[in-house]
């Protein structure tokens, strides 16, 4: 058999010494003839995801490590902004699924009151019996025992439940809402009534109440020998 002819074939990639063919190694270097390819590197946003994707140098783990850096900051910050507004709407589902119980307060103190219509008539549980302040501005403080959570007001505004006792007297028909909670933190609200007898109800949803203050605004019927009349303020907390 005749020998191969050992200056034809494939050169070598290290040395370029001819190889006859089926060779794997130089016969002279013994560098590999045919190497495999290495595979090109990744990009980087092939690297991100999943987070245990196995990486090579130079196929972006700097840019992978910057970015799900970015990712958790973002997410923090997020769950940061959207806490309080999540907080509210739990308390508010809560409010709603329970049922409100009356709560009474120790302690009543009006800015202003007319003789034998005192401020305390508002929380005796008679609606014909009524808190009578000469002007606009005049204001209610109740104080109570321990803080709650104050869900909703039942005003009955004016003189009283029945049409005609009514008409009789002159009523606000805004009250500026202020609680104060055992932190010191005040909530404002504006409340607006309809100008017509029996109890309102007014949804509060206020946490750790300790103060709860009204000022009559919007009167109506306020003409010469009248006064503004408020019959009762009924007070619930969650149950």
Known sequence: MAEPDEGV?????????????????????ASELNPTAKPSPLPWWRTVWPLRRRVRAGSGRAVRFLVILAVVAALCAGGLLLLPAGRALVEDTRDKLGKPKPVTPVGIEASAEVPRHPATNTTDGLNNRYWAAPAPGASVTYTFRKPFRLVDLIITNGASASAEAYARQA??????????????????KQLSLSDKPGPQTIPTGISDAKTVRLVLRSPVGLTGGRHLALAEVEFFQRS
């Open 9 to 29: 074939g494939t050169p070598c990639p290290a040395c370029g010494t001819p190889n006859p063919p089926g060779r794997r190694f130089c016969r002279r270097c």
């Open 171 to 188: 009523r606000a028909l805004q009250l500026d809402l202020e609680v104060t909670t055992q932190d010191g933190k005040r909530h404002h």
